[in-house]
């Protein structure tokens, strides 16, 4: 290269950026040479003075604001103006507004000569284009302009306004002439190395102007194109900052103010490039080198190694260094240290150079790398760099002696670069460089002196600590426990997770986290070590179903959601992994829009929330996901109220706000917290928090009595259960503070205002000079229920707890709870919404929790609140056993609302306890005492209304004295009114319902509920004395409001509806047009639900309440009241606001039939309801509409017409269609009548109802046909020609008189419908079938739905009996029959013996089974002789014949086994056995296989009898488990089947042992020992597995051997016959799929075998008893 070629490399090498477009090539460098460049020996003009004033000159950005001074300057240090011309344009005012107006000739008018005139519009112009071209960044977002601090903007203004200063100046390179005669084969390699990395090569001249512009385009190019990432604080060690790869830092710049760093860039060898050694000598050097020139030039600077130091685009661009160990480089830079500086500097150079270090780099979707930036700071302070100069010695190599060659060099830094004075070979331009340079060095140490005492600022006063108590307060004086809060949140690094413990104390709803690893080093599984999450993605938020199903599905309020917004880093779906920026805007940020509208939603969290922004790192880009997610949110909200943003520092809060700022054009600067560190942020919410109500270690009992502590994380697993520790209550950080006393009052004034009792009550009421708790007259009975001094032998038992509404029976169970709590693990179900499944689960976990699974277990005494399917809990919670014992495990302590607690005391079967709204005289006395203490404490206990009505003994005349004293001056047309009314009318008609609080502020117009500074109480005053406020947890947790006390709620609707003349009718029609109430709202889908339950849910007294009702309580009160007429309005007010709703149309279509017996309106509404919804109660709606409409037109017509006779056949015609239609959905459909069951579980049920009112129809349509003239029964023959015709035996053509027209006019009616006729019969007897199925080979799973079985059964019983009257042949009709066929004489006969079993309800399967409990032997062996004759007679082939005629003689023998009629077991099997070779394996015919089992069952012994006839019992027992399968599975959720035969110790039919004679036997024993209910004891022994103890039916059941395998039971029986054998309670099965040996009596069920009483034979005194 020669001498043209290295001055302009050199003139080239200060500027940092470089335009892809440029034609111009990179500088050249030599091989020698890093970023190294010699300095010439001239200087600039004005000496070292000017070169100094240079770092201290600084303009404003446009000329126009230049003052004369300005100008001044300019000319002189950046342009080099002769000092003269300058200081004559200075006399002359010339400013910058002047100089930019002014031309050529302008200047030379002024006395400029030509040439500086030129050189003075040349350079404005090319600085306003400057100008211009940065003015952008003034209006356009920060992420895509500012370096930090405008540090981008400093430098290159610098390099562009003195852009010609250093043209004198000669460019030397480093060449062997320097000295280095030869290198060592280590610098060759990294020579080579340094080549590949860098990539540079020749570039030619160019002009100024091409130079500007190219800068220009370069800068522009670049920030546009890529974000400017922030750079680690200069001098500070933090390791939360982090690079993200392929993240462009801002351009490398000159010396500024000496203060503010310069910036350099490497990019070190690889490891497949060089050895580890040359490595770190490559790393050592670069960082001396570059140290010593910032030393010795006096300013700050930062070496980065991994980032791109070509020049062009990817110039700053963050690639990372793949690093092995820290500690090598660390020893690296302190053992080089000493060999690079001279020795008397040595001090001062490790002062000023700081130890490396290293900023991890991660990927672009937010995952972590193995690669690293490595980061060395130089602070060359005055006090210890002085006047000095400080050289570097390089050592070197020779590759001829292999000797060290150690060479001093002198660096400085020149513009972007540094450069080596001493590497010129000619002495006297070093020497003159060096002088040069000692001038230098004064100017800039003092200038550097200077710099340092202007830094010195005095602390600001910050008040964000007081900012951040008002925002997380809300204006109050603590944080209150109870407020939801949302975080978002990016990355945190590991040092500083410790200072984000306050999440793991506050209410966290929701975490929308934007690090994919945090569930793995993170936020998540810092939080996680103690508290629950559940891990979520965005889209789980986006479903289509309600906000209630939301809630139970992800658990929300109860657990909280750590929803992964950029998804996880070791999720194996590509759905849920982490995405770059721009792939996240494509695919993800939809889902989180989703996300976020659902979690702002009304509807899920009341205003009373907050937001909070934690962000660890700087977002600068104006498309980050972060930033995305926090406009959604802005956009939900309106704004940024209930908001809070926590910024690490204030470089990342002014990112932050200047995006919000261009984005939201909302300035956020109120709302944010960053001049705090994390530390002081945690404590401060810490401090604020108010304090804990609950001990900070809660403890449960154990066996004996030790303890077990409750871990929070634990308890959080448990959603469902309020659990009662034995040390509840104490030791409470509440109890530590001032407040407590304030906390103690409210606590009791809560609950006796009629608030839910708590457990402070009960350990209040325990503290020095307090009366007691109430104890009530029941306790101690209810007390001894749970603890018999016997004891319990089963595992699972429920007590009852019968009490009306409001007499206090849930909290005679708390209080019992409370005293049994260090006896008994206590819990309350708190969710009755949870499934039983789920609430059974987490008893098990309570019961077994910190034990050992041999270990011994304390009982869980389990509290549950008016569960409507307790029965099913039991069973759950015995399934979920998974350890068998003969002792308690839980008691289920149900407390049952009811209307009528001593008659539901009296039915139940269940042990139990029942109170009523009536109080003893020592309870009066007792409440009495109580009201005298409350006056001592509280200033008004007279307004604690639920605690005053049992005072007064829920007497309604103080309770009408009340509310008429509270309510006369209430204005009903105004909000309060409205809103009083809404609430009184639903707290009358249904049990527990309530408005959130925030829908109550809403009706009355109360702003800024936020801060509460309005109350409700204050709004509704002195209204509000008769309502509280509680927590509701069922449906999400929020404030609810309701009336103290439903009779208080009965008593105000009363005195509105008579005092103010308000209907109820127009109070309903007031909340259906209420708007706001079908809003947005939290609970609202509970609201719509009591508002429709309150218009459609019927009374039953079978579930408690005062009396069966045809319609809701209210619609029959306003039929009472106001008449049908306002019904109908009503309704249809409902309906239309309901346009959705099937079960309002239908009730309206029941209000029209039942009421108004308008049955065109009725069909309508019923038809629109099945257009709504399809299924089988709305089909059976349509029929019963079809079926009154029959019955009045029977009614009507005291003497039948054809007429009236053709429309009562079309009416049920069309009954029996929909009634059918109605069976058939009842196989589909879900098993809930949505008029008993809309918001409640109730026990499973299988709608029968559709075929209960076709047997009705069909009934009816035979009463009118037999009662026509045609068929008087007067005449006996005409009698028996409806008959024949009924029967399909005669058409009716024949019965045609032509002398009589009104009769033809019937005929020919009855032919129009002549099939639907002929099949009334057939019909009917395929009811009665199916009744006799549907109860003989199922049974329901609830109490309940026993009851409601005997009524059907009494009913279908009546219908039969009629049925037979009707279809009873003639003594004429049997004689006509056998003379006019004589030949059929014996068909006749087995007709007749058909008739007499069908009379009998013997002719089938199901009814045979029915005989076993309601037949004589006598009568038995009369239906045998009727099946013995029909088998014997009938032709061969009808299996069904052969399959009721083997049963009869099973039935027989159980009944009267010594008759004679008996066929020998061996005959029977035979019989089978050939039907069974003809049907095979896959027959419809269930009884068949049912049969088998009786039969075929191997002997005592365990041996199969040799005949094949018993080989395939194995397959008959697979057969009729499928053929049952598809015959009842639509049933299966409803009932069980039934066992009605077990398996004896004899032999032949005498094994065969029935259930009916065991209840015989059992019955016999509790004769003989006097018990008093022998129906209820057989059924209690049963239930309660007791039977199975009880000699007899040990004596006569044999206990069958088999293995316990996979969570089944198998019997083997020699070879390979393995048979599968169910266990009637999952629980009997250990969990763990153990092979162990057991034992159990067998039953036999149309499904197949099942096993009673598992026991395993390896236990020794293990038995876990299971009900029939």
Known sequence: MDAKEKKQASSLSQFSLMSDFSKEEPPYFSNEERNLIPVSTKSPVGGPKAKTAEYDLNLPPLIEDWTIEHVKDWLIIRLRVPEQ??????????????????????????????????????????????????EPSVRT?????????????????????????????????????????????????????????????????????????????????????TPICQIRPFDKSNPNIFYIQNDILPPVAGPSNLLDPVHEYQLLPSADEASEREILYEFTKEVFSFAASCMNSRTNGTIHFGVNNQQGQGHGQVVGQNITSFSKYNEAFESSLSEYFEVQNVNAARMCIRPPNFIQV????????????????????????????????????????????????????????????????????????????????QCWAS???????????????????????????????????????????????SSQLEHLDFLKEIKLFAVLDFDPESDVNGTCSFYRGDRIANLHYPRMYTTQESVTAIIGKLNLFKQTSWIFCNGRVNEEDDTDKPLTPSEWLKKRSGDVNNMVSLLCNPDLLSKDRLLVFILHSPVTDISSPILETFCAIYRTLEGVDNMLCICKNSNIFSHWQHLIKVRCKEDITSICIHELSLNEISSTIKKLKEPQTQSSMRFLPSTGSSSVLLAKK???????LDILCENECQNTEIETKDSFQEFKMKIEEDFYRGGQVSWWNFYLSEKKDSLPFIKRDKFNELHDLITPVEGYKFPCVMINLFHHPGCGGTTLAMHVLWNLRHKFRCAVVKNNMATNNEIASQVMMLLTYGKQEQSRYTPVLLLVDNCDDVEDLKQCILNSVRQRHNSLMVIILNCERSQFPDESSMSSRIANVFITNKLSVKEQSLFSEKLEQLKNYHRKPETFYAFMIMTNNFSEAYITKVVSNIVKDLDITTQKGRLFSFLALLNRYVNGSHMSLSLCEELLGIGNALWKKE??????????????????????????????????????????????????????????????????????????????????????????????????????????????????????????????SATLPQALARHFCLKEKDFKSALKWALDAQGKNSNSYIADTVGQVYKSHLKKEIEHSEHPTPEALDKCLTLGFKAVNAFRDSQELAKKDEQVDPFDLYTRKRPKSYNISGYVGETEVMMALLDIIKDIPLFAASERHKRDQMLQFLRDHHPLSNLYDHSNTTMNQFVAVLIDHEKFL????????????????????????????????????????????????????????????????????????????????????????????????????????????KWQFIFDNSPRGCVTDTVNFILANIVLHNIKSSSKLLKKYEDLVGLLNEELQKEGTHSKLTELYYLSMLLMWPTQDRKLD???????????????????????????????????????????????????????????????????????????????????????????????????????????????????????????????????????????????????????????????????
């Not at 010695?393 to 150690?406: D, G, M, P, V």
């Open 714 to 720: 634990d308890e959080e697993l448990m959603t469902v």
């Open 1506 to 1668: 040799n005949s094949a006839t018993y080989k395939n019992i194995s397959t008959y027992i697979a057969s009729a488990k499928k053929s049952f399968h598809r015959r009842f599975s639509h049933m299966f959720p409803a009932r069980s089947s039934i066992a009605h035969f077990f398996l004896g110790k004899s032999s032949g039919l005498k094994r065969i042992v029935s259930k009916v004679r065991l209840d015989q036997m059992l019955k016999k024993e509790d004769s003989c020992s006097s018990q008093s209910s022998q129906s209820r004891n057989l059924h209690y022994l049963w239930q309660s597995g007791a039977a199975w103890n009880e000699p007899e039916v040990q004596r006569k059941l044999l206990r069958i051997k088999g293995k316990s395998e996979n969570g089944d039971i198998y019997v083997n029986y020699g070879g390979n016959m393995k048979m599968q054998v169910r266990p009637v309670y999952l629980g009997d099965i250990r969990s763990g799929h153990s092979r162990e040996d057991v034992s159990f009596y067998l039953g036999f069920t149309m499904e197949g075998p099942v096993a009673y009483d598992i026991k395993y034979e390896n236990d020794q005194g293990t038995n876990l008893t299971c009900r029939y």
């Open 447 to 493: 200038a550097r002196k200077a710099a340092e005492e202007k830094d010195e600022k005095q602390p600001s006063q910050s008040h964000q600590g007081q900012r951040l108590k008002q925002l997380i307060t809300r204006g109050r004086d603590a944080f209150e426990n109870s407020l939801q809060v949302i975080v978002v949140t990016d990355k945190c690094h």
């Open 141 to 225: 977002p920060l992420s895509h302009y500012e370096v930090s601090k405008g540090e981008l903007w400093k430098s290159t203004e610098m390099q562009f306004v003195t852009g010609n200063m250093d043209e004198s100046m000669e460019t030397e390179t480093v060449s062997s002439d320097s000295g280095i005669q030869s290198l060592s084969s280590t610098v060759e390699m990294l020579r080579r190395a340094r080549s590949r990395i860098r990539s540079v090569i020749d570039r030619k001249t160019t002009n100024d102007t091409q130079l500007h512009t190219e800068i220009t385009e370069s800068a522009t190019f670049l920030q546009l194109k």
């Open 362 to 441: 991660h990927s672009q979707d937010g995952t972590t790398s193995n690669k690293w930036v490595i980061e060395v700071d130089v602070v060359p302070t005055y006090s210890e760099t002085q006047q000095n100069i400080f050289y570097t010695l390089l050592s070197i190599a020779s590759t001829e002696n292999k000797q060290q060659c150690k060479t001093e060099c002198l660096f400085v830094r020149d513009g972007l670069r540094s450069i080596n004075i001493l590497a010129d070979t000619n002495p006297r331009i070093v020497q003159e460089k060096m002088k040069s340079l000692a001038d230098k060095v």
């Open 1318 to 1425: 002929i099949s009334l019969k057939s019909r009917l007897k395929e009811m009665f079938c199916f009744f006799e199925t549907y109860f003989q080979y199922l049974k329901p799973r609830s109490q309940e739905r026993e009851l409601a079985d005997e009524r059907h059964k009494r009913k279908v019983s009546e219908y039969f009996k009629r049925y037979i009257q009707i279809f009873s042949s003639s003594e004429e009709e049997k004689a006509s029959e056998t003379a006019s066929k004589p030949k059929l004489s014996l068909h006749q006969t087995i007709v007749e013996q058909r008739y007499y079993l069908e009379m009998k309800r013997a002719d089938s399967f199901a009814g045979l089974l029915q005989c076993l409990s309601d037949k004589s032997g006598m009568e038995m062996e009369h239906i045998l002789k």
């Open 85 to 134: 011309i300058a200081q004559n344009l200075y006399h002359q005012q010339l400013s910058g507004a002047c100089l930019v107006s002014y031309e050529k000739q302008d200047l030379l008018e002024l006395g400029v000569p030509p040439a500086p005139a030129i050189q003075i519009i040349r350079q404005v112009e090319k600085f306003r284009r400057h100008s211009e071209t940065f």
């Open 1015 to 1140: 109350t409700l109480d204050d709004e509704m005053n002195p209204y509000s004395t008769l309502m509280i406020t509680f927590t509701v947890e069922e449906h999400g947790t929020y404030r609810a409001v309701r009336f103290l006390h439903q009779m208080i709620a009965r008593k105000c609707l009363e005195f509105l509806t008579k005092k103010y003349k308000v209907s109820l009718a127009e109070i309903v029609i007031n909340i259906l047009h209420c708007d706001r109430l079908y809003k947005s709202c939290m609970g609202k889908d509970f609201l719509v639900q009591n508002i429709q339950s309150m218009l459609i849910t019927r009374h039953r007294k079978a579930q408690g309440d005062d009396k069966d009702t045809l319609f809701s309580p209210l619609i029959e009160d306003i039929d009472d009241e106001e008449g049908p007429d306002k019904i109908k309005e009503v309704l249809e007010g409902a309906t239309e606001r309901f346009d959705r």
